[in-house]
């Protein structure tokens, strides 16, 4: 029986951050969920169907699949029948954040578990929200997206 995990997210867009992230819980998981939320309540800049696509093209032979969900977490978690959540931590104001999503997803079924992995420390700064703000002035992100996605990133700016 092969070890899954979700990797859940905005993924708004996915950076190289994300694919570190990625990377990594492939190093302990057979294979990875990555669960893309609507998350309306953030005003995401891409759509939920682009970024799913975005980040099937920036995964391609990994051993990922790429899924959208618009519930709770521990919802699509039990659906999937996967019960490991993989978070990243970039510095330690994530840490009080997803701690605190890891209980609460914990006191919603105490089922799930949830694995903390750390980005290198050439990615720890990437987020998406740097990103972002970099593409809404037109600078140049190339460096903190995956190189798989840079033109299709740019289509969709312009």
Known sequence: MSK??????????IT???IDIIKRALKVFDELIIAVATSSSKKPMFTQDKRVQLIQKATKGLNVTVK???????????KEEVFTIVRGLR???????E???GYANSSLDSNIDTMYFMPTLQNAFV?????????????????????????DIKECMS
């Open 4 to 13: 899954k995990a979700i990797y859940s997210g905005t993924f708004d867009p």
């Open 99 to 101: 701690l605190q999503m």
């Open 68 to 78: 959208p969900f618009d519930t709770l977490l521990v919802d699509f978690a039990k």
């Open 127 to 151: 987020s998406s929200s740097v990103v972002r703000e970099i593409l809404k002035f037109n600078g140049c992100a190339s460096h903190l997206v995956p190189q798989t996605i840079i033109e």
């Open 16 to 18: 190289n951050g994300h």
């Open 91 to 97: 510095a330690v104001s994530d840490f009080e954040f």
